[in-house]
């Protein structure tokens, strides 16, 4: 489990991709200071097992898996050698709760419609598929590639025809992880409120 605050931002090394899977290499310092190989760790949202390990001076790496249900559920398949990524280690049961209840499962892909500055935040508003947008709610919580973010608004764009929403992001968040680099049309992975779909769920079964 993972709470949405980022660890620090990593740099993609190699990317191995071989039909619908692939493999990672991640260079990263803070999240290796106690990784183990078998470890969970959070890579733009996505719960990914570190196979392997090196530490080699202040830096290292640590390489992982991605299987196909996860190559065609996120942006993985946009990744390059020197694409930035958002890193965070699994929560400590001793840890701070400081964000909201992350699986890293994502529930899909959203397109970065604007990007906008009002006062001190930046406005991001995604678009998604219908099936994405049914899980975000007014003022719940939401992970943008890992991100843990309070939803703004959602709606629907009358120019477009589709549903959108809208995230407000405070300085610091933006400039400690990828959405510094994310303008119209880039594409982020979304994980919707794990609470809202189990609630969701046994609503529409009983109802």
Request: proline share 1%; glycine share 12%; aromatic share 6%.
């Amino acid at each position: 489990m993972f709470t949405g605050l980022i660890e620090e931002q990593g740099k993609i090394l190699s990317v191995s991709k071989t039909g619908g899977f692939m493999r990672l290499c991640i260079g990263c310092s803070k999240v290796l200071e106690d990784l183990k190989t078998g470890d969970s760790v959070a890579v733009n949202g996505v719960c990914l097992t570190a196979t392997e390990i090196s530490r080699s001076g202040e830096k290292g790496c640590f390489s992982a898996d991605v299987m196909p249900e996860t190559f065609r559920r996120t942006n993985f398949r946009l990744l390059h050698a020197g694409s930035a990524v958002n890193l965070e280690r699994a929560m400590k049961a001793d840890g701070r709760f400081g964000g909201h209840i992350v699986t890293g499962h994502i529930d899909g892909t959203g397109t970065v419609h604007s990007v906008c500055r009002e006062g001190n935040a930046v406005l991001y508003y995604i678009r998604a598929e219908d099936s994405v947008i049914s899980g975000i709610v007014e003022k719940g919580s939401v992970a943008v590639d890992g991100i843990s973010l309070t939803v703004v608004s959602v709606g629907k764009m009358q120019a477009y025809g589709q549903k959108c929403f809208c995230v407000s992001v405070i300085p610091h968040t933006r400039d400690v992880t990828v959405l510094s680099e994310k303008t119209k049309g880039s594409t982020v992975n979304i994980e919707c409120d794990i609470l809202g779909k189990y609630a969701a769920k046994l609503m529409k079964e009983h109802l």
